[in-house]
């Protein structure tokens, strides 16, 4: 949610900060901003309404000079989507970027409406750069006037600031939203992710909460919120220009999707020992066999992952599972057993509502694991243990190899939870460990049906309401289903556990109707048989994902199949996720909707 990029550089700067918003396209936008200070020292600014393009045109009809600036992508929260609501937001003297939200805005406005400052926007945002402002104008210094503000900010922030007057001096803020300082030869940068600095620098720190640095071409001095100077690890990054390209590919989320036997593979080999059929967790700061209950923690696709973790943990592990929504989790006043463990997914690890509730877990003395594909994340640093995925870089909004590559390292917690409570022998360990080793193959097989997948998106494409089923661990994949489709293609979607649809969704099934029904051939198969039939019997059109022998089983009743490999059910929500992102991605494709950056939605939301 939102994106800020700053350079204090040797060259022309308006072209790089273009760069680097395109770069965070992905986190979603509806506004974008660039502010540089001019020869004449002056801070300058170009803003525009709608995708980066319109800002391409304003700076052509309008070019910004300078080798400092900064720049942003806003996702509107405080006032509509408008060129006066844009960032940056300037003054005679300052001007300032700023993802996040200031809660005590309207305190602070009316201060300063009171002192005689005039307010141009409907922004939260607008009162820093006039607080900083007004004690610039009391004679602080930048560094005091800044100082002097970040103490009066209510809210979450990665604020970039640069000075009217004074071309070598940025000035980064972080509380809540994250930040990373980028180290180059007589050039600086700075931004909300790493990702945005992939071409211009191989060497990061990244800012923990409540840090703020005072950026020169040469030199960064971060304080801590106590405004003690301290030390942050520069660390080498692997990112790259071509890792976070579309390459060949037609959008990112085509891309990701094809690079999930990749993903997933590269996650399973750093919990899997081939050798001796081994899962090898990180070393737990409690006892796995003494532990009584799981909560689980997460959001939107993740919390998709957690469901299934649900069903995982007390099907072979036999332990208590509880999950929730994050959003929801710490305003229930949860009661949470002493010394359990909590579970939280995150594929940015600053999910704001995801981080808040692993605060309240803390505050409860809960053991904290988190699943986490981004490195060097505010989960990280306040978990116990952290299970990355390792995905690498998803730019695509709608979650695709970082909801499988969870997946996986979930099942990876399952085996070793379910060995170490005794629930299940090496034989059976063995098993289901090989069963997560063919996962890698088997997904390449499924990659094989895209083309049959994109000739059954070319009906669902003309439909208004699409249900997808199933049971056990198809139900979440169902739930993720419904979700991939609508906030692609915009298409009214909803997922239901099969056996729930004679409790009042069977009304809503007619000859019009797609009803997608994921069924492995399991346990559970003849019970969610039952419930296609019923879908049949009603004109239903049926579009069946399963094996060899569930299609057998069903060939008559259904309109459309897709064959899938068989597997151990264990594995097969992670391989049915599959077919379910490319037919939401071919449905959008044809639709002509914007698959990698979706209307309203935005990567990583990092405000509650």
């Known amino acids: 949610m939102c994106g800020i990029i700053g350079i204090i550089g040797k060259n022309e700067v308006a072209p790089l900060l273009l760069d680097g918003l395109k770069r965070l396209e992905y986190r979603g936008y509806d506004s974008a901003g660039i502010a540089t200070l001019s020869s004449d020292k002056k801070v300058k600014s170009s803003r525009a309404k709608g995708k ?5 045109k304003e700076l052509g009809k309008k070019p910004l000079s300078g080798t400092l600036g900064i720049g942003h992508t806003r996702w509107a929260t405080h006032g509509c989507p408008t060129v006066t609501n844009a960032h940056p937001h300037i003054t005679d003297k300052v001007g300032v970027i700023h993802n996040g939200i200031i809660e005590n ?16 926007t409907q922004t939260d ?3 820093i750069p006039l607080l900083i402002t007004h004690h610039l104008n009391k004679g602080k210094s930048p560094h005091d006037a800044v100082k002097a503000t970040l103490k009066r900010l209510e809210g979450a922030f990665a604020l970039g600031i640069i000075f009217a007057g004074n071309n070598d001096l940025l000035i980064a803020a972080r509380r809540g939203s994250p930040l990373a300082i980028g180290y180059g030869d007589g050039e600086m940068y700075v931004a909300s992710d790493a990702y945005a600095l992939a071409p211009l620098t191989s060497k990061i720190s990244y800012l923990m909460d409540g840090d703020w640095a005072e950026i020169t071409r040469k030199n960064v001095t971060i304080y801590d919120e106590n405004n003690k100077i301290v030390e942050r690890e520069i660390k080498p990054t692997l990112l790259s220009g071509a890792a976070i390209g579309k390459g060949n590919y037609d959008h990112f989320m085509q891309k990701e999707i094809y690079e999930q036997p990749g993903a997933i593979g590269e996650t399973l080999n750093s919990f899997y020992n081939p050798v001796t ?6 070393n737990l700061p409690f006892d796995l066999k003494k532990t009584d209950r799981i909560t689980i923690v997460a959001c939107g696709t993740s919390f998709y992952a957690g469901m299934t973790a649900k069903y995982w943990f007390e099907s072979i592990a036999k332990i208590p599972t509880e999950i929730d929504i994050a959003s929801e989790f710490r305003y229930s006043n949860k009661i949470l057993p002493k010394n359990g463990v909590a579970l939280f997914i995150s594929q940015s690890g600053e999910t704001a509502d995801t981080l808040a509730a692993l605060r309240y877990a803390r505050k409860h003395k809960q053991h904290i694991i988190s699943v986490i594909n981004a490195q060097e994340s505010s989960m990280e640093r ?3 243990v952290v299970l990355h995925t390792h995905a690498g870089p998803e730019i695509g909004v709608a979650s695709t190899k970082a909801f499988t590559t969870q997946l996986v390292a979930l099942a990876c917690l399952t085996i070793a939870m379910a060995k170490a409570r005794n629930f299940i022998d090496e034989e059976e360990c063995a098993k289901l460990s090989h069963a997560l080793s ?3 193959s088997r997904a390449v097989e499924i990659l094989n049906h895209d083309e049959a997948l994109r000739e059954l998106a070319k009906d669902l494409a003309k439909a208004q309401d699409v249900l997808y089923i199933g049971r056990g661990t198809s139900y979440p994949i169902a739930l993720e289903g419904a979700l991939k489709l609508k906030e692609l293609s915009y298409i009214h979607a909803e997922g239901v556990a099969a056996g729930e649809l004679k409790h009042g969704t069977i009304a809503l099934i007619d000859d019009l109707v797609p009803i997608i029904v994921i069924a492995p051939f399991d346990a559970l198969f003849e019970k969610t048989a039952s419930n296609v039939q019923e879908v049949a019997a009603r004109g239903g059109r049926v579009i069946f994902l399963s094996d060899k022998d569930g299609i057998k089983r069903l060939k008559k009743i259904s309109s459309q ?9 264990f594995v097969a929500p992670i391989l049915y996720a599959i077919p379910i992102q490319l037919l939401a ?6 639709k002509g909707t914007d698959v990698d950056q979706p209307r309203n939605l935005a990567k990583s939301v990092t405000v509650e």
């Open 52 to 56: 980066l393009k319109e800002l391409e």
């Open 105 to 120: 805005f309207s305190e602070l406005r009316e201060e300063l409406e009171d002192l005689g400052y005039k307010f141009q």
């Open 125 to 127: 945002t607008e009162v």
């Open 277 to 282: 059929s081994e899962i090898q967790l990180p």
């Open 382 to 384: 306040e978990s116990d």
């Open 438 to 440: 063919e996962v890698p």
């Open 561 to 569: 199949t897709i064959e899938l490999p068989k597997v151990n059910p």
């Open 585 to 590: 991605y071919h449905t959008a494709v044809i």
